[in-house]
């Protein structure tokens, strides 16, 4: 059987040091054996049910595990910090394109993955629409954006919001950045956005909640269920999948997360998780979704940096 430390069961489970031991002292982890002064933990080990003293306090149980693997996976990243600026460079580099064309593609934009590269280098896709290419390097600056205002540790903001949109929307300059003044629907979903005249309280609603939810959600469930009921909002006449999607990696970033990209080839079940929401009010698989994407963006940081 392979054995861990209690620090290193810490950072896999998301708890301090201390906590641990005081389990272990409460005998509430089968297996621990006592090295000396060390106390060691089966690798396979799990925290007990009765989580009061976690770092986020309502952690549900089928999130238990994968919020586990991530939290180690980011505590051998942060490990590798500060990378350098060739790595960082790297590593951004191997995700705009993909992230770009997939993002784009979800909302009907024709660009292929090889065209979106090409764009992006600065040339002209024949045949294809204006707009497409507008669409494309829009995406890519409000990128380059949430990268750069990701540093500022600050809560997130409405004119945050509009700025990433006016980005997102840079084709549509009458309506970029702007909440929409007309009602909408949206073909096939569970729920109705709300009239233009409840946008903006709405929207003020939303980013005080997300602020309550610190103290006790984990930042993957907080954040899904963010993006869930920003969409629902639908506060833009257009680009709020894009836009939405932009202000989830925002938030990732600013919590210490890798930005994720949904891919076009997983659209369908994307679209199911907001109608798991908004038919059965249930959040659970956006939570997996984003907390899946984040897990996997985390291996295959490690395996570059390896």
Do not use: C
Not at 56 to 82: C, G, H, S, Y
């Amino acid at each position: 059987m392979d054995y861990i430390t209690t620090k290193e069961f810490a950072e896999k489970v998301g708890v301090s040091d201390r906590y641990v031991r005081m389990v272990i002292a409460d005998g509430k982890i089968d297996g621990v054996v006592r090295k000396g002064s060390r106390y060691m933990i089966p690798a396979d080990a799990h925290l007990p049910s009765d989580r009061r003293r976690l770092r986020w306090k309502d952690v549900p149980e089928q999130f238990v595990t994968l919020f586990a693997d991530i939290q180690q996976k980011v505590a051998k990243l942060n490990a590798m910090r500060p990378l350098t600026d060739g790595e960082v460079a790297r590593l951004r580099d191997d995700f705009m394109v993909d992230y770009t064309y997939n993002s784009n593609a979800i909302e009907g934009n024709t660009l292929t993955l090889k065209e979106t590269a090409m764009v992006l280098e600065g040339m002209t896709i024949d045949k294809k629409p204006l707009k497409d290419h507008l669409e494309a390097v829009g995406h890519r600056d409000a990128f380059l954006y949430i990268e750069d205002i990701a540093q500022r540790k600050t809560r997130l903001k409405e004119a945050e919001i509009k700025s990433i949109h006016s980005l997102v929307l840079m084709d549509r300059p009458e309506d970029k950045g702007v909440f929409r003044r007309i009602p909408v629907t949206i073909m096939g979903a569970y729920t109705e956005p709300v009239q233009p005249y409840l946008i903006e309280p709405k929207i003020t609603e939303l980013l005080r909640e997300n602020e309550q939810r610190k103290k006790a959600m984990h930042p993957i469930e907080r954040i899904a269920r963010f993006h869930l009921e920003f969409e629902g909002i639908h506060p833009f006449i257009d680009g709020n999948g894009r836009t939405g999607r932009l202000v989830m990696n925002l938030d990732l970033i600013r919590n210490g997360y890798p930005a994720i990209n949904v891919k076009f080839a997983d659209r369908k079940r994307y679209y199911d998780a907001f109608d798991a929401y908004y038919r059965d009010g249930n959040a659970d698989d956006m939570v997996f979704l984003v907390g899946q994407y984040v897990n996997e963006r985390l291996d295959k940081y490690l395996e570059i940096l390896r």
